[in-house]
């Protein structure tokens, strides 16, 4: 799999998910195992099947949401405890779709998506507005007419911010 100090720095996902577990020929293994501690390497498995070090395994991971992930992986731990055994898998192959799925879990972004969104509309329409006053105020008829209707603007801006101010709840 890959050294000890690796597996440690490895982003997990902690928790218990169902497992289907399947040979390299797709005999069934286990259709009520456990994934644990799912990482982008691998994942630790409890079943009641029978496993042994190299072998390729095919599985299918139910996660809480979404369609389950599944692939090809080898065992590359094998611990026999009283009454289950965990054993340790490392992906061999995962679809682009899962890989990524994955990653995202692992790995959320730390970007506010829709603050950047609400930021780049304001701008847009800022951009709009200033574009759409040049134009009008470089026209000899739009400039006049707007010189007259600013007061009135401005009146009913201040307005509709003071009407606002009184609906807003108190805190």
Not at 57 to 64: A, G, P
Not at 87 to 106: K, M, N, P, Q, Y
Request: proline fraction near 4%.
């Amino acid at each position: 799999m890959s050294r000890p100090e690796d597996r440690l720095q490895s982003v997990r996902i902690c928790g218990e998910f169902p497992l289907v577990l399947d040979d390299e020929k797709g005999v069934l293994i286990d259709d009520h195992a456990l994934a644990h501690d799912i990482s982008a390497k691998g994942f630790k498995l409890e079943s009641n099947g029978v496993l042994r070090m190299g072998q390729l395994l095919c599985f299918r991971i139910q996660f809480n949401q979404g369609p389950p992930m599944s692939g090809r992986a080898r065992v590359v731990l094998v611990e026999r405890a009283d009454l289950v055994l965990w054993a340790g898998v490392e992906f061999i192959h995962l679809s682009w779709s899962d890989r990524r799925r994955l990653r995202r879990i692992t790995h959320p972004s730390a970007v506010k998506w829709d603050i950047v969104v609400d930021k780049a509309l304001a701008a847009a329409f800022l951009i709009t507005v200033t574009w759409a006053l040049w134009g009008a105020l470089s026209s000899y008829i739009w400039r006049s007419l707007i010189l007259d209707l600013a007061p009135k603007v401005l009146a009913t801006l201040a307005m509709g911010w003071a009407l606002r101010e009184m609906l807003r709840p108190r805190r």
